[in-house]
Nanobody, 121 residues
Framework: QVQLVESGGGLVQAGGSLRLSCAAS??????LGWFRQAPGKEREFVAA????????YYADSIKGRFTISRDNAKNTAYLQMNSLKPEDTAVYYC????????????????WGQGTQVTVSS
């Protein structure tokens, strides 16, 4: 079992930045993903990184603006979000231990409770 806790969300103006954190209850050697879900929409993939950080995936919608990273010594992953847009408004979730090899699918064994990100125009 792994418990994940996200933090760092909040209200920011368009063009601003936020850094989300995802703290795990223990070390995990598994791929970690970030997803988001806006009201009335399905949960969508944002970014994922293998535990070594040697393979990283980004959704096209955030490529060049968001950066995923992880500090395995601290059992913590991060999502640095720059140049935020109103369409980035959503609840952001981190997840680990994917069920399938396609890390972009929202099929992971462990999920955090989410943190709200609101971007005002």
């Amino acid at each position: 079992q792994v418990q994940l806790v996200e933090s760092g969300g909040g209200l920011v103006q368009a063009g601003g930045s936020l850094r989300l954190s995802c703290a795990a209850s223990r070390r995990t050697f598994s791929t970690l993903g970030w997803f988001r879900q806006a009201p009335g929409k399905e949960r969508e993939f944002v970014a994922a990184t293998t535990w070594r950080g040697d393979i990283i995936y980004y959704a096209d919608s955030i490529k060049g603006r968001f950066t995923i990273s992880r500090d395995n010594a601290k059992n913590t992953a991060y999502l640095q979000m720059n140049s935020l847009k109103p369409e980035d408004t959503a609840v952001y979730y981190c997840a680990t231990d994917p069920i399938y090899s396609d890390y972009t699918l929202a099929s992971y064994h462990y999920w955090g409770q989410g943190t709200q990100v609101t971007v005002s125009s």
